[in-house]
């Protein structure tokens, strides 16, 4: 079975710009999540889409938007890039049980310049 | 606000030793506990869990307790080896939210 897959793994843009990751969750989850892992710090969710709706966001700019489409997978796009958006973006996906845990892609490294 | 709190950025044992490692929470509404590993440039894997109702859970060498009158978990891990040597994460789950709250991680070095 295919876990969590992220694309691209690495993504280099100019401050202003805009950045697009995408997320395709294993297959039968119906629930996405992304995290941003800046340097130094722990996961800080972002958003939760389920069934294609957003169901919760983090404490996250608007300039962080997403969407889920009917397959499932998702897209995470990030408008007007700070030199601080730099960071490991990090997508998971369930089945909505948390005793059984998110599985996480391995990531999408964002750099700022 | 930090909801969870995993305050030892690092932590070392000798291989074949117990590793403890600590959280604490400030939420009471959680309902469910997770804990997590990862290595650099990998997305973090799900080693265990717990429900708010109990206060241990097993499985192989890991071993999670709560204590919820304290808000306190830890994750036991006996015997440590060389390939537990990652950075590990708390996380926690209100139902309805969704979402998992992560620590800040501790990163565990286990010396052969």
């Known amino acids: 079975e295919a876990g969590v897959t992220q694309s691209p793994t690495h993504l280099i843009k100019t401050r202003g710009q805009q950045a697009t990751l995408r997320c395709s969750p294993i297959?039968?989850?119906?629930?996405v999540y992304w995290y941003q892992q800046a340097l130094g710090l722990g996961l800080q969710f972002l958003l939760w889409y389920d069934e294609g709706e957003e169901r919760n966001r983090g404490n996250f700019p608007p300039r962080f938007s997403g969407r889920q489409f009917p397959n499932y997978s998702s897209e995470l796009n990030v408008n007007a890039l700070e030199l601080e958006d730099s960071a490991l973006y990090l997508c998971?996906?369930?089945?909505?049980?948390?005793?059984?845990?998110?599985?996480f892609g391995s990531g999408t490294r964002l750099t700022v310049v | 606000d930090q909801q969870v709190k995993q305050n030892s950025p690092s932590l070392s044992v000798q291989e074949g030793r117990i590793s403890i490692l600590n959280c604490d929470y400030t939420?009471?509404?959680?309902?469910?506990f997770l804990w997590y590993k990862k290595y650099p440039a990998e997305g973090p894997t799900f080693l265990i869990s717990?429900?708010?109702?109990?206060d241990k859970n097993e499985d192989g060498r890991f071993t999670v307790f709560l204590n919820k009158s304290a808000k306190h978990l830890s994750l036991h891990i006996v015997p440590s080896q060389p390939g537990d040597s990652a950075v590990y994460f708390c996380?926690?789950?209100?139902?309805?939210?969704?979402?998992?709250?992560f620590g800040k991680g501790t990163k565990l070095s286990v010396k052969p």
């Open positions: 717990i429900s708010s109702i109990k």
């Open positions: 939420n009471s509404m959680f309902d469910y």
């Open positions: 998971a996906s369930s089945l909505g049980d948390p005793e059984n845990g998110y599985t």
């Open positions: 996380a926690a789950s209100e139902g309805s939210q969704g979402n998992l709250i």
């Open positions: 297959s039968g989850h119906t629930s």
